[in-house]
């Protein structure tokens, strides 16, 4: 271990430069294995639905946004996927995606993903968690950027508006940050933790700025597409349920559901698991917001249990732990180092990139430990350093986002 921890900065780039190539080489040898043979390289398969939903709202209104047998055969043509990508976003989301229909599909993709690409580029910046080349390779480097830019997912976008509303609210720029707060009702599973931290905080004031911009992000949508579309998403609430159960999804979530389901455990069970953990995890992360531990550690804690309170998350969301990560890192990195440490980050930066093939080798998600693993070192460090009653011990840096104390 002594040696692993003695390794040079210079090595630390090695390994994270040839990272996104050697991702590359594995997911282009599918064109050597698989029958379709350079037909298999789809980029941004599960953006595909995303770009004819569009069209099929147009040609059948909400009934055939949701019509697993239409969206079948539209996307036959652009993947060769096994199975159908279904669509079971809200309208929230649909809102912002449907004008991408009116490009052809490539284009439609490049353009989604230049902007996912800019706002994380701008957006993480403010959360590298070290200078030099080393901080620059942990976060556009990571696995998660390569996950997410290659199936065309919006992990990055998610992450980036969060990310975004943290560093706005701290600049105090209260109004922009409730606005990008907001816009997550895109994905609205992922804002448990933001709405659990906000009332530990007692700042109801925020919290009602976020409840104003939520509701005309909605009523907007009653608008543009009216009450049939809301009703639609509400009814494809048993194509949900029957998707998470049927397996094919285990390997690519990073939930506690998953990984008890994937050890063998029933539905009931594997909920029963995911309801008590996510209880624990809001509850650490009330009592981290209540305390006076180092504002770092609390943006930690709040980035890196998002995804522990809901069952219904994928690896490519795990670009919001990722920039939980980074800022455990930074801490790490400037209240010191304790044996093992840079080992185990090392271990929760590569593991969105090999959780799929563990699971599927051995049945176990290496995701979902890996998010519990970060949250346990996150309070290892707050009791470490609970002396900080102000923070004041954290030496801090140019880089440094400004969260709130």
């Not at 949701?66 to 043509?77: G, N, T």
């Not at 809102?95 to 996912?116: I, T």
């Not at 409730?178 to 599973?189: C, V």
């Not at 770092?296 to 249990?305: D, E, H, K, P, W």
Request: charged share 10%.
């Amino acid at each position: 271990m002594a040696r692993i921890e003695a390794v040079s900065p210079g090595s630390v780039i090695l390994f994270m430069t040839i990272c996104p190539p050697i991702a590359l080489s594995i997911w282009l040898s599918e064109a050597f294995v698989s029958p379709d043979g350079w037909a298999a390289l789809r980029l941004g398969t599960d953006f595909v639905p995303m770009w004819l939903s569009g069209d099929l709202y147009r040609d059948g209104r909400a009934a055939m946004l949701f019509d697993s047998a239409a969206m079948a055969e539209r996307q036959a043509a652009y993947t060769s996927a096994d199975g159908v990508l279904l669509w079971h976003y809200p309208p929230t989301y649909f809102l912002l995606v449907q004008p991408l229909h009116l490009l052809p599909f490539h284009a439609a993709l490049a353009v989604f993903s230049a902007f996912s690409v800019v706002i994380w580029v701008v957006v993480s910046a403010f959360y590298r968690p070290v200078r030099g080349w080393i901080g620059i390779l942990f976060l556009y480097a990571s696995p998660v950027v390569a996950v997410c830019l290659l199936q065309g997912q919006n992990g990055l976008m998610t992450a980036g508006l969060l990310g975004a509303a943290l560093l706005a609210r701290a600049a105090g720029r209260r109004w922009l940050a409730a606005l990008m707060i907001a816009l997550l009702l895109t994905k609205p599973h992922l804002g448990l933790a933001v709405s659990i931290v906000l009332i530990a905080a007692r700042d109801y004031r925020f919290i009602g700025s976020i409840a104003m911009f939520g509701l005309a992000f909605i009523g907007i949508t009653f608008v543009t597409f009216g009450t049939d579309l809301w009703l639609a998403f509400f009814r494809n609430g048993e194509t949900i349920r029957v998707a998470m159960t049927s397996g094919d999804l285990w390997s690519q979530q990073p939930s506690i559901y998953a990984l008890l389901s994937l050890l063998g455990a029933e539905h009931n069970l594997s909920l029963t698991g995911q309801a008590v953990i996510s209880l624990a995890a809001a509850t650490w992360l009330w009592r981290v917001w209540r305390s006076a531990c180092p504002a770092t550690l609390r943006g930690s804690a709040l980035l890196s249990a998002t995804l522990l309170l809901t069952p219904f998350c994928f690896r490519y969301d795990m670009g919001v732990s990722l920039l939980g990560l980074a800022l455990l890192t930074r801490h790490l990195a400037d209240q010191g180092w304790l044996r093992g440490d840079r080992v185990v980050l090392a271990g929760l930066w590569i593991a969105p990139a090999i959780m799929p093939a563990i699971a599927d080798a051995t049945s176990i998600q290496i995701g979902t430990v890996a998010l519990l693993v970060q949250s346990l070192l996150i309070q290892r460090e707050i009791t470490r350093h609970g002396a900080a009653a102000d923070g004041s011990n954290e030496k801090g840096g140019a880089c440094d986002p400004p969260f709130p104390q």
